[in-house]
């Protein structure tokens, strides 16, 4: 599923202003939460990145996958580089020759090691190998022995393209490394005089725990980007359109489906993994069959800890970052910015059946679907009232006089309102002088009906939901 991830429009828009930062000779520090690093998915974005680019320089990291996943405190200080199947950069589509390992005779080697990484009997164990610095392994990726960064001034006083040179700080064990290793090149390519475009540019990945802000410092033309604020509603809703549903019979089932979505879309918000999940085991139905699909899709919630509460400000929101009073929550992955509002990852609040939140988000969500659709019923109606009035009887002025009287009393003759601006209340009510089938009675009463429940912030339950559907999926003049 990742790739279709990088297609959907807040991906997408994200990763186009981490590329214009870079192209326009800008570093870069691009922060994750903890689980979209621990996912693999924050690796997949970073790719996709710089995939996009030219001369990318990624640099070797020296933490293993089971280090990371053990988190920041359990890193070891000392390692040897993690290979993670990284060639030297000159040896790839940049350069030539062939990726060859360092030692001919690794593989005889790791025979001789035990399973569980113990050494056999009779070996001495390896000693242990000092990691190699940040600004050693950058020289290696290079191909030069000496100061990398003086390097990469030289080469782009030279006129060569600027490299991208990517460190993801989650694959380190000293955040001070690299931000120190980002200050020196930026006032290196300061004093060298390069203009902003022809500069070598650094994109810096991580978590909060593996480059603080205090580390960064000053990161002067460094942008800082957050992944936050990414994901929209309609990303959410594409997502779950491209995923084939079997089974839809008819055009009121489909929008029956669509409804379905919406309600998925707003309560999982976000979370992206599981919207998909609650798509494909919630039938649809009830509020208390979506919280039973819903609890059993949670996590167990910890020992201790609460859910976050969003703010009431809308500021907040629609920040670029999150703020301090959210920090924390964000980078544990509690929290973001979905929809002009700070959104809860994880929704065991939910699953309180005294609680009114799960009801008032499926209403929401409804009422985004079907409050249109029943307009564009209106409309249609409307159209049709000339055709359909008991001219023997009424004017069309009487109509309007009676569909207004409604909500208006006493009004004199020029308060008399344009047919087109007749509500579906106003309509229902001087149906009678309308020449109707059964059929469009029923058709028109249930839109009333409708219109009104989801009026007043309630939900609609599912044989009214069905009901709906029918109405809003068949022709007027069919009947």
């Given at each position: 599923?990742?790739?279709?991830?990088?297609?959907l429009?807040?991906?997408?828009?994200?990763?186009?202003?981490?590329?214009?930062?870079?192209?326009?000779?800008?570093?870069?520090v691009?922060?994750?939460?903890?689980?979209?690093?621990e996912s693999g998915?924050?690796?997949?974005?970073?790719?996709e990145l710089?995939h996009r680019?030219?001369?990318?320089?990624?640099v070797?990291?020296?933490?293993s996958l089971?280090?990371r996943?053990a988190?920041p405190?359990?890193?070891?200080?000392?390692?040897t580089?993690v290979?993670e199947?990284?060639r030297?950069?000159?040896?790839?589509?940049?350069g030539?020759?062939?990726?060859?390992p360092?030692?001919?005779y690794?593989s005889?080697?790791?025979?001789?090691?035990?399973?569980?990484?113990?050494?056999r009997?009779?070996l001495?164990?390896?000693?242990?190998?000092?990691a190699a610095t940040l600004?050693?392994?950058?020289?290696?990726?290079l191909g030069v022995t000496g100061?990398?960064?003086?390097?990469l001034a030289?080469q782009?006083a030279?006129?060569r393209a600027?490299?991208v040179?990517?460190?993801?700080?989650w694959d380190e064990t000293s955040p001070e490394?690299a931000?120190?290793?980002?200050?020196v090149?930026?006032?290196?390519?300061?004093e060298?005089?390069?203009?902003?475009?022809a500069r070598?540019r650094?994109?810096?990945?991580?978590r909060?725990a593996?480059?603080?802000r205090t580390?960064?410092g000053?990161q002067g033309?460094?942008a800082?980007?957050?992944?936050?604020?990414v994901?929209?509603?309609?990303?959410?809703e594409?997502?779950?359109a491209?995923?084939?549903?079997?089974g839809?019979t008819d055009?009121?089932?489909?929008?029956?489906?669509r409804?379905?979505?919406?309600v998925?879309?707003e309560?999982?918000g976000?979370?992206?993994?599981?919207?998909?999940a609650?798509r494909?085991t919630?039938?649809?139905?009830d509020l208390?069959?979506l919280?039973r699909?819903?609890?059993?899709l949670?996590?167990e919630?910890?020992?201790?800890?609460a859910?976050?509460?969003?703010?009431r400000?809308?500021?907040?929101?629609?920040?670029?970052?999150?703020?301090?009073?959210i920090h924390?929550?964000?980078a544990?992955?509690?929290?973001?910015?979905?929809?002009g509002?700070i959104?809860?990852t994880?929704g065991?609040?939910?699953l309180?059946a005294n609680s009114?939140?799960?009801?008032?988000?499926?209403?929401h969500?409804?009422?985004?679907?079907?409050l249109p659709?029943i307009e564009?019923?209106?409309?249609?109606?409307?159209?049709?009232?000339p055709?359909?009035?008991?001219k023997?009887?009424?004017?069309?002025?009487?109509?309007?006089d009676?569909?207004?009287?409604?909500?208006?009393?006493?009004t004199?003759e020029?308060?008399?309102p344009d047919?087109e601006?007749?509500?579906?209340?106003?309509?229902?009510y001087?149906?009678y002088?309308?020449a109707l089938t059964?059929?469009?009675?029923h058709?028109l009463r249930?839109l009333h009906?409708a219109r009104?429940t989801?009026s007043?912030?309630?939900?609609?339950n599912?044989?009214e939901?069905?009901?709906?559907?029918q109405?809003?999926?068949?022709?007027?003049?069919?009947g």
């Amino acid at each position: 599923m990742d790739e279709d991830l990088a297609r959907l429009p807040g991906p997408r828009r994200h990763l186009d202003m981490l590329e214009a930062d870079l192209r326009a000779g800008r570093s870069c520090v691009w922060y994750f939460p903890d689980p979209v690093v621990e996912s693999g998915r924050a690796d997949f974005f970073v790719r996709e990145l710089t995939h996009r680019l030219e001369a990318v320089v990624p640099v070797p990291g020296v933490v293993s996958l089971a280090d990371r996943h053990a988190g920041p405190a359990s890193l070891p200080t000392q390692r040897t580089p993690v290979d993670e199947s990284h060639r030297s950069w000159r040896d790839t589509d940049h350069g030539q020759g062939t990726d060859l390992p360092d030692d001919p005779y690794s593989s005889l080697l790791n025979r001789l090691i035990a399973p569980g990484g113990s050494v056999r009997p009779g070996l001495a164990p390896a000693p242990v190998v000092p990691a190699a610095t940040l600004e050693e392994r950058l020289a290696k990726e290079l191909g030069v022995t000496g100061d990398p960064v003086e390097t990469l001034a030289e080469q782009a006083a030279a006129g060569r393209a600027p490299h991208v040179i990517v460190v993801r700080c989650w694959d380190e064990t000293s955040p001070e490394e690299a931000s120190r290793l980002l200050r020196v090149a930026q006032a290196t390519f300061h004093e060298a005089g390069l203009p902003g475009r022809a500069r070598p540019r650094f994109l810096l990945t991580a978590r909060t725990a593996d480059l603080p802000r205090t580390a960064l410092g000053s990161q002067g033309r460094a942008a800082v980007h957050w992944w936050w604020r990414v994901w929209t509603r309609l990303d959410t809703e594409v997502l779950m359109a491209w995923r084939f549903r079997s089974g839809v019979t008819d055009a009121a089932d489909a929008l029956l489906r669509r409804v379905t979505d919406a309600v998925v879309a707003e309560v999982c918000g976000p979370d992206i993994d599981r919207a998909l999940a609650l798509r494909d085991t919630w039938d649809g139905s009830d509020l208390s069959t979506l919280r039973r699909a819903l609890s059993r899709l949670l996590p167990e919630p910890t020992t201790g800890s609460a859910e976050p509460v969003p703010p009431r400000r809308l500021s907040t929101a629609h920040a670029s970052a999150p703020d301090a009073e959210i920090h924390g929550a964000w980078a544990r992955g509690a929290v973001d910015s979905w929809d002009g509002r700070i959104h809860p990852t994880h929704g065991h609040y939910l699953l309180d059946a005294n609680s009114q939140e799960l009801r008032v988000l499926v209403c929401h969500a409804q009422n985004r679907v079907l409050l249109p659709l029943i307009e564009e019923a209106r409309t249609t109606l409307i159209h049709l009232v000339p055709g359909m009035l008991r001219k023997q009887r009424f004017t069309l002025r009487d109509f309007c006089d009676k569909a207004r009287s409604q909500y208006w009393r006493n009004t004199d003759e020029a308060a008399v309102p344009d047919l087109e601006e007749l509500e579906i209340g106003g309509l229902s009510y001087a149906a009678y002088m309308l020449a109707l089938t059964t059929t469009q009675r029923h058709r028109l009463r249930t839109l009333h009906t409708a219109r009104n429940t989801l009026s007043h912030r309630t939900p609609l339950n599912h044989d009214e939901l069905v009901t709906l559907t029918q109405v809003l999926t068949t022709d007027w003049t069919a009947g």
